[in-house]
């Protein structure tokens, strides 16, 4: 069946209307953005942020509307607040600081979908360090210890997970209003690279990034998981405050290569997810060294320990280290990391013994929160 046109989603958008104004959300400028792929329409609104709560009926009203058209297989309309002029992007960071007191309060409601035990969010400082390798490699190794694990891509800017994961091209069933995650290698994965083209420029501004981000999370099935591994955007701006602010996350993990310039970045990751309140749980250091595979030499290419360094004076624990080497870019470029494809590797190993740190912690989290046993004397 054709793909619906664009106007008459529009059209559509024209009759509804704004309860407190009698206008509708096109004349009212509140069309921030549509898109229309393979019969799946997704519409960013923009609307005063003091009214989003009241608006949730007309996003309501806007999705059944949209998925009565023909051609629509699925409709998904987002809710973002518009920034007031002059508004900061976010909150800006606080400056590292080795062992800062959390900060609590003045956090939104934040995400949780239903069933998913523990969100960890792995991110970095800059982009280009290993951080959606180490991500896949990670979940891979977690799932290898019994755990049920989901993939989420949130880096809404360069997804990889679909390429990474062996399911490039690939496009997730709807069922009902539930976006079904698909699955490989024994993970449950979902990516904004799913919903578009890989070659596409996603060129969407930071507030419709979030609602979208939001908005997967919470319409995917996710269905029972021990652990979601969440692939950051990389840096620390909007987005990745707003994300780590608005999801419910056990804990951050930051990857990072060696050098000084990564690691300064890594610096104002950590102190990002501090400010927020997220647990760090580690830093990795990623293309560490090099072994040479032929005489098995081992060179340091940049300043090797970096990473351990700066987490012994931050205050946070060193996760491990992970070597350059080209295995790890190639069985990834292939679709199976080299966790899944050379578990016997000491690459593999170096992914699973992080794995089992990260494990550790959680487990020590669930113990935390474990309902204590009612005890009676009689
Ligand atoms: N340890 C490693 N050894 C060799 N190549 C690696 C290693 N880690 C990552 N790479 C390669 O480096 C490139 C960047 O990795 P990746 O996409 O994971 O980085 P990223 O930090 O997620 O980047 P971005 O955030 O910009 O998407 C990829 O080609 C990947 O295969």
């Known amino acids: 069946m054709a793909d619906p046109r664009r106007d008459d989603v529009v059209s559509t958008l024209k009759g509804l209307t704004d309860p407190k104004t009698g206008r509708d959300p096109v004349s009212l400028g509140w069309v921030a953005g549509v898109s229309v792929q393979d019969g799946r329409v997704t519409v960013a609104l923009e609307v005063p942020a003091d009214l989003g709560p009241q608006l949730e009926p007309l996003r309501d009203e806007a999705e059944r509307r949209i998925l009565a058209l023909d051609g629509v297989k699925a409709a998904t309309v987002v809710l973002t607040a518009q920034r007031q002029a002059g508004e900061p992007a976010a909150a800006p960071a606080a400056p590292a600081a080795p062992n800062r007191p959390p900060q609590g309060g003045g956090r939104p409601p934040s995400i949780a979908p239903p069933g998913v035990r523990h969100i960890i969010a792995v991110a970095s400082g800059k982009g280009g360090v290993g951080k959606s390798t180490t991500a896949a490699n990670l979940a891979l190794a977690l799932a290898g210890r019994g755990l049920r694990v989901g993939v989420f891509d949130a880096d809404i800017y360069g997804p990889s997970m679909p390429r990474m994961l062996g399911l490039a091209g690939r496009r997730p069933e709807v069922e009902g209003d539930r976006i079904q995650p698909l699955e490989n290698h024994g993970l449950r994965i979902m990516s904004i690279g799913f919903m578009v083209n890989e070659e596409d420029p996603v060129v969407w501004r ?48 930051i990857v990072s290569t060696p050098q000084d310039i990564a690691l300064l970045d890594a610096r104002k990751g950590l102190a990002m997810f501090r400010h927020v309140n997220v647990p760090v749980m580690g830093i990795v250091e990623n293309m560490s060294y090099y072994v040479c595979p032929n005489c098995g030499h081992r060179e340091e290419v940049f300043a090797h320990g970096g990473a351990r360094r700066a987490a012994e004076e931050l205050g946070c624990p060193f996760l491990g280290d992970v070597p350059l080497d080209i295995r790890i870019r190639e069985t990834s470029d292939a679709g199976t990391p080299i966790v899944a494809a050379e578990p016997d590797s000491p690459h593999a190993a170096a992914y699973r013994s992080i794995a089992e740190r990260i494990a550790e912690q959680l487990e020590v989290a669930d113990a935390a929160s474990a309902p204590k046993p009612n005890i009676r004397f009689t």
């Open 206 to 253: 930071g507030p419709m990034v979030m609602g979208a981000l939001e908005q997967l999370l919470r319409d995917v099935d996710w269905g029972e998981l021990d652990v979601m591994v969440v692939d950051m955007p990389p840096g620390t701006g909007d987005t990745q405050l707003t994300m780590s602010q608005r999801v419910s996350l056990a804990g951050a993990v």
